[in-house]
């Protein structure tokens, strides 16, 4: 089946500190990547939708300056926390989809885990 | 908008038990319906969807049949296992997004 593999898998560090996360298909080519984050024991929270080769679509209440969203290739999306603080400590976790349509289900990483001390 | 309404847990149950969880939807248009399923500290993982109505989606003993008329798509298993504990999330798609339920987790004791 169709595998996104995240990395990494979990950061802790220091506030004030950017911080990247990758999001790969490994084996498709992902015509749009989806980034999310989940509070503990609470859903997903879409951030933003990202197609390759144009600039991503935030949801209202993301700050764009914040969370910088790049889709370079079909195969990776990354997304960088810029600046972050103990308020950014999150479960983030990218999808993707093969094609356009909502009958085709998104391909979910395994997410990451990010501490800010 | 679209919305989705999950049956709130935790949800405890023993081992080989009927499980029901409810899902009923909100949404303009003709969506697609799906269940998603999360082990602890990972991400989610497709379990079945249906695309149209009376669609019965199922994988690994999950059923669940898209209801136009009463707006649901409830998950159902007849009989649990210690491994299908998790939490399970009611997702739908429209304009190509998902929204999702707010997630039932799910314990199974031997």
């Known amino acids: 089946g169709a595998v996104v593999s995240q990395h990494p898998s979990r950061v802790i560090c220091k506030s004030g500190t950017s911080v990247k996360i990758e999001c790969r298909s490994l084996?498709?080519?992902?015509?749009?990547m989806f980034w999310y984050r989940q509070f503990p024991k609470q859903s997903l929270m879409l951030m933003a939708t990202s197609n390759e080769g144009s600039k991503a679509t935030y949801e209202q209440g993301v700050e764009k300056d914040k969370f910088l969203i790049n889709h370079a290739s079909l195969t990776l999306s990354t997304l960088t926390v810029t600046s972050a603080h103990p308020e950014d400590s999150s479960f983030y976790i990218c999808s993707a989809s093969g094609d356009r349509g909502d009958n085709q289900p998104q391909h979910f990483g395994d997410g990451t885990r990010l501490s800010i001390l | 908008g679209n919305s989705v309404t999950q049956m709130e847990g935790p949800v405890t149950l023993s081992e080989e038990a009927f499980l029901t969880i409810n899902c009923t939807y909100t949404a303009t248009g003709y969506p697609s319906l799906f269940w998603y399923v999360q082990y602890p500290g990972e991400g989610l993982q497709l379990l079945l969807k249906a695309t149209k109505a009376d669609d019965k989606g199922s994988n690994k003993g999950f059923e669940a049949t898209y209801r136009k008329e009463t707006t649901s798509f409830h998950l159902e298993k007849g009989s649990v296992q210690v491994s299908d504990s998790a939490v399970y999330f009611c997702?739908?798609?429209?304009?190509?997004?998902?929204?999702f339920g707010t997630g039932t987790r799910l314990t199974i004791i031997p």
């Open positions: 084996d498709f080519q992902a015509t749009t």
């Open positions: 997702a739908l798609t429209g304009n190509e997004k998902l929204t």
